[in-house]
């Protein structure tokens, strides 16, 4: 990768506030340094330790040696966040600040960490961002995530963006810009304790996957997809599959001409009462 130093200076800087839990932190940090991104870019990382300078040269750190903040400051416009935190169970809360315009990969970002809990990207720039696949996937503790200004324009990609979130309750998406995106499949699946989302802001006419989108969502009671459409729609089996508790579902935005709706998309969804379709309302046999 070939850096100008004349430019030095010009390049965005990210900045990223960590607390971590503390029985974990050698092992979170070793992983850390040692991870593809940290090899790439280790002559423009600086990592800090309760506020105090501590630049990490090794894959050292005294075992007794307790560790309540880390900030690390990357000063190089790198271009992927891909896997960048996968299975750094270490991590309790993450603050990402200050921006990078050039990062365009976001998949798997977070993926498969079991133990964070809180995560804010909402001063974070996302701007050309085109992909975000799996960037939650199996975050199972993670009860709060802050989105509330990132851009998403340009974004054709949120499969299974927050699958296996087991212990999300609430989800405010509603200003989320998703015109651009294809695929929707396997994103809220098992949400098992997801009770309230909104997707009031959500463009899906070019969506062509929302195949088990809420797939075991077992504690949603309500949705309102009313602003869905199908103009590209190909597949969504399952896509209600076992969400027990829906009572209502509003797809009357959906022309049920252009694709197969039946029985299999709501199996399980025994307590659902009414759908309303683009032809009326209809019933079905679970």
Known sequence: MNIDLDNYKNYNKVI?????????NPKYL???????FYEQNKDFIKIFFNNNQNEIERNYLDKNEKIEKIKIIIDHQIESFENIFKQSNGIKKMKIKKYNKKIENMSYMFEVNIGIEEIDLSDFNTENVTNMRGMFGGCISLKK????NINTKNVTNMRGMFSDCASLEKLDLSNLDTKNVTDMSYMFFYCEKLKEINLSSFNTENVTDMSDMFRDCTL???LDLSNFKNKNLKYMNTMFYNCKSLKEIDLSNLDSKKIEINEINFRNCNNLKKIIFSDGEKKIKY
């Open 220 to 222: 949603l009671e309500k």
């Open 30 to 36: 070793r992983r850390f340094i040692w991870n593809k």
């Open 145 to 148: 995530i802050n989105l509330k």
């Open 16 to 24: 990223i506030d960590i607390i971590p839990h503390d029985e974990e």
